[in-house]
């Protein structure tokens, strides 16, 4: 009989003392953790832009009703469109001058051309299937970085004996937050530059264009293209600041771009 006491009081030890050292770890464990909320320092704070898009099925800026006018030069009518409420008199307006250039049409058989030069050689004129003689058309370029898209448009003047001549350009940027288009002075402003680097940096980069290409350092008039400077801006791919601009030739004119920032 005492000795099946001594077994229980045995038992009964081990058993507070397991109870005493399993209890402890989990209280030390306790007392050391921090039982602050874990917070990922590396992760991207959502953002909770409305998307004002009228229809959620298409970008911010897309392209609608594209027709074939010359394959052979790769020349296409296209209407641009940029997706917001807000926007819809400047898609009224890009509609209404396209459809201007586009009628602006000569065909081949309206115009008599010389079949010979001066000298008596045969001419060779860039025909087309079309049978158009000239034509004025319109190309787009559109460029996203972060909550701004930028629609740049390029109006040009065709004939079978000149090819493409750069008529004009001009842009659109444009806050997606907002769906409101920034103003020229508002990006030099918010990019830091003025008049005066637009016309340094152009001129930089139509000197750069003259050492390193002899062809056109003989026909590339850089004071004219100065004096009389057509040139739009835009916030491309990358963020920067950028202007294209019309470089008058004593060939073709032709368009050129650089950064600004």
Known sequence: MESRKNIVGAVLLVALLLTFVIGGFFLTKYLTTDNKPVVNNNSIPATNTVDLRI??????????????????EEIVREDAFLNFSSLSNINEELKREAD????EVVYRKDVELPLTNELGEPITYNENEAGIYSIKYRNYENYKYNDYISLVVLDYSYDIIKASIPLSLKSYVVDIKTGQVISKEELFSQFGIDENVV??????RLEGTQVLDEAAAAVIDIDGTLADLNYTVYINKNGKLEAAFIVKSQENNYNDTVVLN
């Open 55 to 72: 229809d959620k099925t298409k970008d911010y800026i897309y392209y609608d009703n594209e027709k074939e006018i010359i394959e052979e």
């Open 100 to 103: 201007a250039l586009y009628n």
């Open 199 to 204: 016309r340094e940096k152009i001129k930089t």
